[in-house]
């Protein structure tokens, strides 16, 4: 059974850092990609940042979404089955539950979502 299990969300102040956790468990975590997703109040969710399964040193293997590029970065670490996403800078518009996601394409893959972690950008 796999799951994905965020941590680490909460109120923080404009300007200032939260870092979330999503550990997963029932997969061959080094061979899936993941994603950070995020859906604010009454809107849509969308991608924050993505991870490939690859070593991130190959190009095009970590992308971001245009609105946090430069304040976020995700890291994965496959000995600890954990990605990781560093928030700096933060702003009320990053008010937000954030989702990870782990997606392998292809036989013997899947799609499978985290319960979610609200994150709250407000003074």
Same mark, same amino acid.
């Given at each position: 059974?796999?799951?994905l299990?965020? *941590?680490?969300g909460?109120?923080?102040?404009?300007?200032?850092s939260l #870092?979330?956790s999503?550990?997963? @468990?029932?997969?061959a975590f080094?061979?899936?990609?993941?994603?950070?997703?995020?859906?604010?109040p009454?809107k849509?969710r969308?991608?924050?940042?993505?991870?490939?399964?690859l070593?991130? *040193?190959v190009?095009n293997m970590?992308?971001y979404g245009?609105?946090? #590029?430069?304040r976020?970065t995700? @890291?994965?670490d496959n000995?600890q089955?954990?990605?990781?996403?560093q928030m700096?800078s933060l702003?009320?518009?990053?008010?937000?539950?954030?989702y990870?996601?782990?997606l392998k394409?292809? *036989?013997g893959?899947?799609?499978?979502?985290?319960?979610?972690?609200?994150?709250?950008v407000?003074?």
């Open positions: 059974q796999v799951q299990v965020e *941590s680490g909460g109120l923080a102040q404009p300007g200032g #870092k979330l999503c550990a997963a @468990s029932g997969i080094s061979t899936y990609a993941l994603r950070w997703h995020r859906q604010p009454g849509e969308e991608l924050v940042a993505s991870i490939g399964a070593p991130t *040193s190009p970590i992308i245009d609105s946090v #590029k430069g976020f995700i @890291s994965r000995a089955n954990t990605v990781y996403l700096n702003k009320p518009e990053d008010t937000a539950v954030y990870c996601r782990a394409r292809g *036989s893959g899947g799609d499978s979502w985290g319960q979610g972690t609200q994150v709250t407000s003074s």
